[in-house]
């Protein structure tokens, strides 16, 4: 096996360095005491990710191998620096309770070419999820570069003027605009304001020419948002590729296992504003910006400003949502046992949804986050990498995921014989979050949903008969 370095950067995590090509790291995330950084806390004038980021400490090399790590489910150490912990609590919304995450950052290599070092970072990274539900891997240069172009360009939208905004609408993709108070996550409107990017098809192109539900073109504004945006997005995606076929060294299935789901995937992405609580218009729940839910794909890639607001919950044997059977939307919101994630200059996060759920018989789990207010605005993206549209998606039944690890979900055997066709769920998921949008109305209107049943449409590749 290729020898590991380690070289740890962040106080708690422990950093795998190999050649270039084939960087990871193991991470140990901790967490603050219970009820750390509870109700009233409020964030200090000025405060932002650097005074997080002074505190990261190099620390003696680690060997990997030699050092114990903690099994899913064990019970977390308690916080071995208090100094850094309190200084990411700080951040929390007020009026939520929760545990602060403390995680350490993968690096993601140039190449994943199924080297001994893939294989070990692809074992940490499920490990990972297993254990804290939520990674985060470290931007290169040229991530956090777009990044910050594409921020910069969020910005300067939802600074527009809400009539400019609103018209960035269309009737057939749910790309676009959503505005504060459009969302509903069960039954509360949420605080978010959304713009969409799914695939960008226009009018002309045979499957929006076929009515094939959700496709059609992305309402950009104009140039300014485009460019940056696209731009971001590609290298996400390439990302998002690299880090499926880490997975799939992860689990110890075959490769192709999992890509051979993303050939053309059906892959958007969330870059969403939120008002800071005194500053919303009162549709929804006050200091909510997103209730709870997990997401639908594979697993979502997000960046988040210096603000802060996330929260997510970690994997438990007693918690299984399961969006593709019954809607997880609101579950335990008001429970104990949140996490809040806070923002860490220049990384990524990456949790997992309900598909990757699925496909591992429940051996990875979708992570359910939700959104709370902070004190003031905050932006970020949420990049979600997908299987086609017309993908048919049967559970692994080798490696990790050969054996069942709950009956409490994947329980209806019709859904694990028949699969689950990602274009259905993924249109199912739209009409829920948005019933009253006009792509909706139009869904329903024009009775496309019926189209999802055609051969065409569950086999990828193919292309629509006109
Ligand atoms: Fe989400």
Redesign the pocket.
């Known amino acids: 096996m290729t020898s590991i370095m380690a070289r740890p950067v962040l106080p708690l995590g422990r950093r795998i360095m190999g050649s270039r090509s084939s960087r990871a790291m193991l991470n140990t995330a901790s967490y603050g005491p219970p009820g750390f950084g509870s109700a009233g806390m409020t964030i200090p004038p000025g405060f932002n990710a650097k005074a997080a980021q002074q505190l990261r400490a190099v620390v003696p090399r680690v060997n990997p191998e030699k050092t114990p790590q903690p099994q899913p489910h064990q019970q977390q150490q308690p916080p071995r620096d208090n100094a850094h912990n309190s200084a990411l609590g700080k951040t929390m919304p007020p009026g939520y309770k929760a545990q602060v995450a403390q995680l350490g950052v993968f690096e993601i290599p140039e190449q994943v070419t199924g080297s001994a070092g893939d294989k070990a970072l692809g074992k940490a990274l499920v490990k990972s999820w297993r254990q804290e539900g939520i990674i985060q891997i470290a931007m290169s240069d040229q991530h956090r570069r777009l990044m910050e172009s594409a921020m910069a360009a969020s910005r300067r939208f939802f600074a527009k003027p809400p009539a400019e905004k609103a018209a960035c609408v269309d009737s057939q993709s749910y790309a676009g605009y959503i505005a504060s108070g459009e969302e509903v996550t069960d039954g509360i409107a949420d605080y978010s304001e959304i713009f969409t990017i799914t695939k960008d098809l226009d009018l002309a192109e045979p499957r929006v020419r076929a009515r094939w539900p959700c496709h059609g073109p992305c309402p950009w504004p104009d140039v300014d948002m485009k460019t940056p945006m696209v731009a971001y997005n590609d290298v996400l995606g390439a990302e998002g590729e690299k880090l499926l076929r880490l997975v799939e060294y992860g689990l110890d299935v075959a490769p192709g296992e999992l890509t051979r789901y993303t050939r053309d995937g059906w892959h958007h992405t969330?870059v969403l504003r939120f008002p800071p609580r005194n500053g919303t218009n009162g549709r929804g729940k006050e200091g909510r910006g997103?209730g709870s839910?997990?997401?639908y794909g594979l697993f979502?890639i997000s960046a988040q400003d210096d603000v802060g607001g996330l929260f997510i919950r970690r994997p438990k044997d007693d918690e299984r949502f399961a969006n593709w059977e019954k809607s997880a939307a609101g579950l335990r919101e008001d429970d104990d046992g949140w996490v809040y994630v806070p923002p860490v200059d220049g990384v990524h996060t990456v949790?997992l949804g309900d598909m990757m759920q699925y496909l591992t018989r429940n051996y990875l789990i979708a992570t359910p986050?939700k959104v709370g207010l902070n004190t003031r605005e905050r932006f970020a993206f949420?990049y979600f990498h997908e299987p086609s549209f017309q993908a048919v998606l049967k559970p692994l039944d080798t490696g990790c995921c050969s054996v069942p690890t709950s009956e409490s979900s994947s329980s209806d055997k019709k859904v694990v014989d028949e699969g689950i066709h990602y274009g259905t769920h993924f249109t199912r998921m739209f009409m829920r979050n948005y019933p009253d949008r006009v792509t909706t109305k139009r869904l329903l209107a024009e009775d496309r949903l019926r189209l999802l049943e055609r051969p065409e449409l569950r086999t990828m590749g193919a292309v629509p008969a006109l």
Do not use: C, K, L, S
């Open positions: 969330r997103i839910h997990t997401d979502v949790i986050h949420a």
